[in-house]
């Protein structure tokens, strides 16, 4: 693996080249970008895909990118434009991108700008209120999670945040009904260490989560878009923006193994199916 910084306006991006170790080659380069993660989440899915030049990054403020803009807000276009720079570095014509959560917002804004840029993207579990049915809600429920981590840190806030993630089905008055929940239920310190710049909990995110994209240019794009969904997020918050996601580009979301972070390591805090997750990413850039 290959580590490497390029400047951008207003950043220092760190990403990694690893080349392929096995197959005959022929496949594009595969991006892999999230957020608020960097690119050491991807290390498990990136080792079960040996045949193919796979490049991870860090946003800029995340990891090892600085940011030298004066911001603190983690804004797709700017990040898309970062994404870019990495594309057009590389010079290998257009990529195939697999971006999840956060990531996958940026890029569909990568898309919309630089629609020649990835020739397949897999866009896994982006967290877009604003494509569903319920959305004034949904976004009266992420305002809550903000104002419980405001208020009362760390632990609050990611408690708060994984009752609503984990709701099933629209964000209805029982739900806004539910009491607080004790961080301790998720075993999750109830202490407030006084900081307030957690890039998932904070308002650092909230250009992520309201961004609204642009259906008819990602429909004109010749990008291939694939909306992934995992098996076990069915009903919830994530599941539910991808599958009205997927309906608003007049496809089908396709199914992935696990959960939310499926791809992540075995032996990580929130472990999932990489090897799984891996074959199915093979066959979805492979065209079946």
Avoid: C
């Avoid at 594309?87 to 959560?101: K, M, N, R, W």
């Avoid at 569903?132 to 708060?160: E, K, S």
């Avoid at 193994?257 to 997750?277: M, V």
Wanted: net charge negative; aromatic share 6%; hydrophobic share 40%.
């Amino acid at each position: 693996m290959e580590t490497r910084t390029i400047h951008t306006p207003g950043a220092e991006v760190v990403y990694d080249v690893a080349d392929a170790e096995a197959g005959e080659g022929g496949h594009p380069p595969l991006v892999m970008i999230g957020q608020p993660m960097d690119a050491s989440g991807f290390r498990a899915l990136a080792s079960y895909l040996p045949d193919r030049v796979v490049v991870t990054y860090d946003p800029r403020g995340l990891g090892r990118s600085t940011r030298s803009d004066g911001e603190v807000t983690n804004t797709p276009t700017t990040q898309a434009e970062d994404v870019h720079a990495v594309i057009e570095t590389l010079g290998a014509g257009p990529v195939d991108l697999f971006a999840s959560s956060g990531g996958a917002v940026t890029a569909l804004a990568l898309v919309t700008a630089h629609p020649g840029d990835v020739r397949t993207l897999v866009a896994h579990e982006p967290p877009l209120p604003a494509v569903l049915p319920d959305a004034d809600a949904a976004q009266r429920g992420l305002d809550a999670v903000h104002a419980a981590y405001d208020a009362n840190g760390f632990g609050a806030g990611m408690a708060a945040f994984v009752m609503m993630t984990s709701w099933r089905g629209e964000f209805t008055d029982d739900y806004f009904a539910l009491p607080a929940p004790d961080p301790a239920m998720f075993g999750m310190p109830s202490a407030d260490d006084g900081t307030r710049t957690d890039p998932l909990l904070s308002e650092r995110s909230v250009a992520i989560t309201g961004y609204r994209p642009d259906i008819d240019a990602l429909k004109a794009a010749p990008t291939r878009i694939v909306v992934a969904v995992g098996e076990e997020s069915e009903g919830i918050f994530t599941g539910r923006t991808s599958t009205a996601l997927a309906d608003l580009l007049g496809t089908s979301p396709v199914v992935f193994p696990s959960h939310h972070g499926g791809f992540a390591a075995e032996d990580s805090g929130y472990p999932g199916k990489p090897r799984e997750f891996a074959a199915r990413l093979r066959d979805v850039l492979d065209g079946s």
